[in-house]
């Protein structure tokens, strides 16, 4: 009998325990919430901006290749592709937080039958410490004076895209018009000038006409660098 009521009474401090720690998780929840609210009515709503410059904005594409020799890359291209590629054009070689730098070597004149495509070798001045397929980065045009957007800022709703602007401490939608896109990102053709100030993060919180708190201006190697 003893043992039942020991039981009992740890029954009954187990269930008082768990009640009192679900209480305590909800305060310090509606606790945090508030805190969130009131310092949003006081100082605004926290972005992150980056202001848009003009800039000549170098234009890649991708090659998967080889190394063949120590310093030599080999692939194969689209003629498509190969219309787009000169001999001593810039090479960019990602890897190990490290890029070489090189240029492209050859450009064969007939395709091979059997892959349907035409060899490329790129040329580095640097021993080349890799094995296996592995991406290049072929220059080939250079945007200039242009203004460019990451792609994962741009918001849609419906068949108009936007991102959102801050003039006087407050959030403005501003819609536009796109150019060419790439992995640079995305090159505007209408609705953003050189001095815009844009969200970059926070957007998913804003409305029109919101006050803002500005934590941080970033620059264009800061996003390239994220």
Same mark, same amino acid.
């Given at each position: 009998?003893?043992?039942?009521?020991?039981?009992?009474?740890?029954?009954?401090?187990?269930?008082?325990?768990?009640?009192?720690?679900?209480h305590a998780v909800l305060h310090e929840r509606n606790q945090v919430?508030?805190?969130?609210?009131?310092?949003?009515?006081?100082?605004?709503?926290?972005?992150?901006?980056?202001?848009?410059?003009?800039?000549?904005?170098?234009?890649?594409?991708?090659?998967?290749?080889?190394?063949?020799?120590?310093?030599?890359?080999?692939?194969?291209?689209?003629?498509?592709?190969?219309?787009?590629?000169?001999?001593?054009?810039?090479?960019?070689?990602?890897?190990?937080?490290?890029?070489?730098?090189?240029?492209?070597?050859?450009?064969?004149?007939?395709?091979?039958?059997?892959?349907?495509?035409?060899?490329?070798?790129?040329?580095?001045?640097?021993?080349?410490?890799? &094995? #296996?397929?592995? /991406? +290049?980065?072929?220059?080939?045009?250079? $945007?200039? !004076?242009?203004?460019?957007?990451?792609?994962?800022?741009?918001?849609?709703?419906?068949?108009?895209?936007?991102?959102?602007?801050?003039?006087?401490?407050?959030s403005v939608r501003q819609d536009m018009v796109f150019g060419d896109?790439?992995?640079?990102?995305?090159?505007?053709?209408?609705?953003?000038? &050189? #001095?815009?100030? /844009? +969200?970059?993060?926070?957007?998913?919180? $804003?409305? !029109?006409?919101?006050?803002?708190?500005?934590?941080?201006?970033?620059?264009?190697?800061?996003?390239?660098n994220d």
């Open positions: 009998m003893n043992k039942i009521w020991l039981y009992a009474g740890i029954i009954v401090v187990f269930f008082f325990s768990v009640i009192w720690k679900q919430v508030l805190s969130a609210v009131s310092e949003w009515e006081e100082k605004g709503k926290p972005v992150i901006l980056y202001e848009i410059k003009k800039e000549n904005i170098p234009v890649y594409i991708k090659i998967t290749v080889w190394k063949t020799s120590d310093r030599i890359l080999e692939g194969y291209v689209s003629q498509d592709v190969r219309g787009q590629l000169k001999i001593g054009q810039e090479v960019i070689l990602d890897i190990k937080k490290k890029k070489l730098k090189g240029s492209i070597a050859t450009i064969a004149d007939e395709i091979f039958l059997d892959k349907g495509m035409y060899k490329i070798q790129a040329s580095f001045e640097e021993s080349l410490d890799i &094995e #296996g397929w592995i /991406i +290049v980065y072929v220059r080939i045009n250079t $945007l200039n !004076d242009a203004i460019c957007i990451p792609s994962e800022i741009v918001n849609k709703e419906k068949d108009k895209f936007f991102v959102w602007k801050i003039q006087n401490g407050k896109r790439g992995s640079y990102g995305i090159e505007i053709a209408q609705g953003l000038s &050189e #001095g815009d100030l /844009i +969200v970059i993060e926070g957007a998913s919180i $804003l409305r !029109d006409g919101d006050k803002v708190n500005i934590l941080k201006k970033v620059s264009a190697q800061e996003i390239s």
